[in-house]
């Protein structure tokens, strides 16, 4: 039996070295990579699919429970202010994971990365306490988010509870960005899985107690979900995490000041980011009816996103699978393929009148919105493949460095969505919540667009690490 064993072992060997260099005439070795195929790809991207729908889960089963508690509308808008605002503030504690799937693929460079993640948490952190604690909060969700007075201290209650979350944020990212450069996605589902049973014991555990109540009762199961996801991510990875290279490919270890130059423009667009969705409610609300607009928009967006979230993330697969021409045809073909297949399954959801149906009886949405709604849900339907073109240009672009153009293209995006929005609103101001569709799937064209013209100058090799 050791005998076989050995033989076999010394069989795969010489199949690898095979597989991985060949001999030319002159007797140069010449690498070859083993052809990309679908169903590695599908292993990879699929348990990221399947988290990203789960964390919209999460937040239902939030909503409901706050639901259930007194004054159910002032803790599900408190609630949503101040959720808004800690995304605000701690996203870009998270964001430094794209520096650590592009650039930090081994042990010591993925440190330096995980520094830089570390200052920025800490210093988010410091603001976001700043927020709950002295006036300058109730300045911003009243001055500048426009919140209700009576909103203000159940805001605050939920930004105190939230203070962990960039920490916590910046230590699950980290720990996702290990499993992701191992390929072991699998483990981001399961952890995206505690995190949803742990909301859901918790929800039934604290529904009639009184000390929390309200919008604290959403930050409580918020704040408990994100722990339990990240002490799992942490312990999986901290085990793949002997699996990276011990050095750098090139030999030379990446300076902090280019980790930052990496990362700035990527938080930049983030925090622009966040003023989209207010931008858009604030066009709709010049709408002949605008509370019916917002609703409906509001409604139809978040169902037509449940099958975008099916390839939210794609440029992660990008990143980490790209290594040549061949790989990059293999993966721009699954790309457009699963968008192409989305956008006409959008499409013949709401033609047929299954989306609506599906907003009338599993949403509870009023009827009086369901006819909009779901003409805001058709218009949708371009979203998948114009979300999957930006996808594919963006992993080119991370993998390479050029983050300067994701962001430029992340201001087109929002310059013409609100060109476009607030113009629909000054001439058809009987669209109603169609402004908002139009407006965001214009912003996304123009925004693939961008990435396009750009990213097609790439190299279809990807560039060194260092």
């Given at each position: 039996m050791a005998k076989?064993?050995?033989?076999?072992?010394?069989?795969?060997v010489f199949a690898l070295a095979a597989l991985s260099s060949v001999r030319t005439a002159g007797g140069v070795a010449v690498e070859v990579r083993p052809a990309l195929r679908t169903r590695d790809i599908v292993r990879f991207h699929l348990p990221l699919a399947v988290t990203f729908l789960s964390y919209g889960i999460v937040f239902n089963i939030i909503n409901a429970s706050m639901s259930?508690?007194?004054?159910?509308?002032?803790?599900?808008?408190?609630?949503?202010?101040?959720?808004?605002?800690?995304d605000l503030f701690a996203g870009p504690a998270g964001s430094g994971n794209q520096w650590l799937i592009a650039r930090g693929r081994d042990r010591r460079s993925f440190v330096v990365g995980v520094r830089v993640m570390l200052e920025i948490a800490l210093g988010v952190t410091t603001l976001l306490a700043l927020v709950a604690f002295t006036p300058a909060g109730k300045w911003l969700y009243q001055g500048v988010f426009g919140a209700p007075a009576r909103l203000s201290d159940e805001i605050t209650t939920v930004i105190k509870f939230?203070?962990?979350?960039?920490?916590?944020?910046?230590?699950?990212?980290?720990?996702?960005?290990?499993?992701?450069?191992?390929?072991?996605?699998?483990?981001?589902?399961?952890?995206?899985?505690?995190?949803?049973?742990?909301?859901?014991?918790?929800?039934?555990?604290?529904?009639?107690?009184?000390?929390?109540?309200?919008?604290?009762?959403?930050?409580?199961?918020?704040?408990?979900?994100?722990?339990?996801?990240a002490v799992f991510a942490f312990a999986v990875a901290s085990r793949a995490f002997r699996g990276l290279p011990a050095e750098p490919a090139?030999?030379?270890l990446p300076a902090r000041s280019s980790v930052?130059?990496?990362?700035?423009?990527?938080?930049?667009?983030?925090?622009?980011?966040?003023?989209?969705?207010?931008?858009?409610?604030?066009?709709?609300?010049?709408?002949?009816?605008?509370?019916r607009s917002i609703a409906a928009f509001q409604v139809a967006?978040?169902?037509?996103?449940?099958?975008?979230?099916?390839?939210?993330?794609f440029r992660q697969v990008m990143v980490v699978f790209w290594?040549?021409?061949?790989?990059?045809?293999?993966l721009r073909r699954f790309g457009l393929y699963l968008s192409g297949a989305l956008s006409c399954l959008t499409l013949l959801l709401g033609i047929t009148g299954a989306a609506a149906w599906f907003m009338r009886t599993v949403l509870g949405?009023?009827?009086?919105?369901?006819?909009?709604?779901?003409?805001?849900?058709?218009?949708?339907?371009?979203?998948?493949?114009?979300?999957?073109?930006?996808?594919?240009?963006?992993?080119?672009?991370?993998?390479?460095?050029?983050?300067?153009?994701?962001?430029?293209?992340?201001?087109?995006?929002?310059?013409?969505?609100?060109?476009?929005?607030?113009?629909?609103?000054?001439?058809?101001?009987?669209?109603?919540?169609?402004?908002?569709?139009?407006?965001?799937?214009?912003?996304?064209?123009?925004?693939?667009?961008?990435?396009?013209?750009?990213?097609?100058?790439?190299?279809?090799?990807?560039?060194?690490?260092?």
């Open positions: 076989c064993r050995s033989l076999r072992h010394h069989r795969e259930q508690t007194r004054d159910a509308a002032i803790a599900l808008a408190a609630f949503a202010v101040g959720q808004s605002i800690v939230g203070l962990p979350l960039p920490i916590m944020w910046a230590w699950r990212n980290v720990s996702q960005s290990i499993l992701m450069l191992r390929r072991q996605t699998h483990f981001m589902t399961v952890g995206v899985f505690l995190r949803l049973g742990t909301v859901w014991g918790l929800s039934l555990l604290l529904g009639g107690q009184s000390w929390v109540q309200g919008a604290g009762l959403g930050a409580v199961l918020w704040v408990a979900g994100m722990t339990v996801e090139s030999g030379v930052w130059r990496f990362l700035v423009p990527l938080m930049a667009t983030g925090l622009l980011w966040a003023v989209a969705r207010p931008f858009a409610n604030a066009a709709m609300a010049r709408t002949l009816d605008p509370e967006w978040f169902a037509s996103f449940l099958l975008v979230a099916l390839q939210v993330e290594a040549d021409r061949q790989s990059l045809a293999a949405t009023p009827e009086e919105l369901v006819s909009l709604a779901n003409k805001v849900f058709i218009v949708a339907a371009l979203g998948p493949v114009l979300w999957m073109l930006t996808e594919l240009q963006v992993g080119q672009l991370l993998r390479n460095g050029m983050t300067t153009v994701i962001g430029m293209a992340k201001t087109v995006n929002l310059v013409v969505m609100g060109t476009l929005m607030f113009s629909l609103v000054a001439l058809y101001p009987g669209l109603g919540a169609l402004v908002g569709a139009i407006g965001h799937i214009g912003g996304a064209a123009a925004e693939a667009g961008v990435t396009y013209w750009f990213g097609r100058k790439v190299s279809a090799e990807p560039i060194g690490d260092d």
